[in-house]
């Protein structure tokens, strides 16, 4: 079964740090892109970041730049997103999605459960 | 970065009605475009991509139409599982973005 676990979300005090993860299963992760979007309670999604396959190519939304860091290891089957420097806006179900590419277009077709990040004093 | 706009944000139908949603782009996008269907509580589904491509295992009733800056996700005769909140995303820069989201309930 094609499977995304996020995990490491908690509380966190603004200004600190947190490491998410997310474990994939049932396909082979080294062959897709990865990327993580975001939901603020109540809120629409929002996409925060991606990464290409071999990690060649990475993008990330301006509210985030300079503050996250996203990466992968293949070998583990991992995901991850460094968040430094946070923010009670960054206050949001963190969810990973893999991405297809399929001819030109690209989409998000597999999407795990959400870890929760709460950024307050 | 392209803005995607939703109309309605909201609506209310009854089990058999047809719905029809409108995303709009910012700029031309051709059908670099994806819609998406979330339920309370739970982890977004892809429904359709390049604008009217239907996702494996998703039902017939679920289409999509639309290039350039104006696209429609239509269901064709609603179902109980079917009331949820539906986004559109571009992918037609690397710098995605989804739109506002339309929520669908019972009337």
């Known amino acids: 079964e094609v499977q995304l676990v996020e995990s490491g979300g908690g509380l966190v005090k603004p200004g600190g740090s947190l490491r998410l993860s997310c474990a994939a299963s049932g396909f082979t992760f080294s062959s897709y892109s990865m990327n993580w979007v975001r939901q603020a309670p109540g809120k629409g999604l929002e996409w925060v970041s991606s990464?290409?396959?071999?990690?060649?190519?990475?993008y990330y939304a301006d509210s985030v730049k300079g503050r996250f860091t996203i990466s992968r290891d293949n070998a583990k089957n991992s995901l991850y997103l460094q968040m430094n420097s946070l923010r009670a806006e960054d206050t949001a179900v963190y969810y990973c999605?893999?991405?297809?590419?399929?001819?030109?277009?690209?989409?998000?077709?597999?999407w795990g459960k959400g870890t929760t990040v709460t950024v307050s004093s | 970065d392209i803005q995607m706009t939703q109309s309605p944000s909201s609506l209310s139908a009854s089990v058999g009605d047809r719905v029809t949603i409108t995303c709009r782009a910012s700029q031309s996008i051709s059908s670099y475009l994806n819609w998406y269907q979330q339920k309370p509580g739970k982890a977004p589904k892809l429904l359709i991509y390049?604008?009217?491509s239907l996702q494996s295992g998703v039902p017939s009733r679920f289409s999509g139409s639309g290039s350039g800056t104006d696209f429609t996700l239509t269901i064709s005769s609603l179902q109980p599982e079917d009331f949820a909140t539906y986004y559109c995303?571009?992918?037609?820069?690397?710098?995605?973005?989804f739109g506002p989201g339309t929520k669908v309930d019972i009337k």
């Open positions: 999605a893999r991405g297809r590419q399929q001819l030109v277009h690209y989409y998000m077709d597999v």
């Open positions: 995303q571009q992918s037609y820069s690397t710098r995605f973005t």
């Open positions: 390049a604008a009217s």
């Open positions: 990464i290409s396959s071999s990690s060649s190519y990475i």
